[in-house]
């Protein structure tokens, strides 16, 4: 006797294999927040254009200082950098006076940084904050990088890493 299968089941069958069809050459642009010395990372779409901003302390001046970046196809750009302290204007070789310096400089598609050993650090994506001390020890490198990746593969992403990243990752 032959067995068949429900007729319900192979309709969600062809929708399923028509949505990979349909997800697979649509393209996302993620914004990749890893710890290089952990296995830690972190991944969130992001619109072209987007902006998101680094915030730390300057340990030399103790002194706030704001990077702002603006997110591109393939490309993370230094538009801005924000302090109220001249003292770290003139350690970052700006000469013009005020609070913000706008720079617009290409930093191409990924650059680190290390996770202070005492200051707070955080990074901005719209109305998510990553605090940077929770993705590992201080001292860690930390790369953030710009990726064009498929929408199907960043859904499955979403799906297989359903972690608990409310220690990270806070919404005001």
């Known amino acids: 006797m032959k067995q068949r299968i429900p007729p319900l089941f192979a309709w969600i069958g062809v929708f399923i294999a028509a949505g990979g069809v349909f997800f697979l050459p649509m393209t996302v642009t993620v914004l990749s927040v890893k710890n290089l010395d952990h296995p830690d990372s972190f991944y969130f779409k992001v619109d072209p254009s987007e902006r998101v901003s680094l915030c730390y302390t300057n340990s030399m001046y103790d002194a706030p200082v704001e990077e702002i970046?603006?997110?591109?196809?393939?490309?993370?750009?230094?538009?801005?950098?924000?302090?109220?302290?001249?003292?770290?204007?003139?350690?970052?070789g700006f000469e013009g006076s005020g609070p913000v310096q706008t720079i617009n400089r290409s930093l191409g598609p990924a650059f680190s940084i290390q996770t202070s050993m005492r200051q707070d650090q955080s990074l901005s994506i719209g109305e998510r904050t990553i605090d940077l001390h929770a993705l590992g020890n201080p001292g860690d490198r930390v790369q953030i990088s710009v990726e064009d990746v498929s929408l199907a593969s960043f859904l499955l992403s979403r799906l297989i890493r359903h972690e608990d990243t409310s220690g990270a990752i806070k919404k005001p």
């Not at 196809?73 to 770290?88: F, W």
């Open 69 to 92: 970046f603006e997110v591109r196809k393939g490309d993370i750009v230094l538009e801005a950098v924000r302090t109220d302290s001249p003292a770290v204007m003139e350690y970052y």
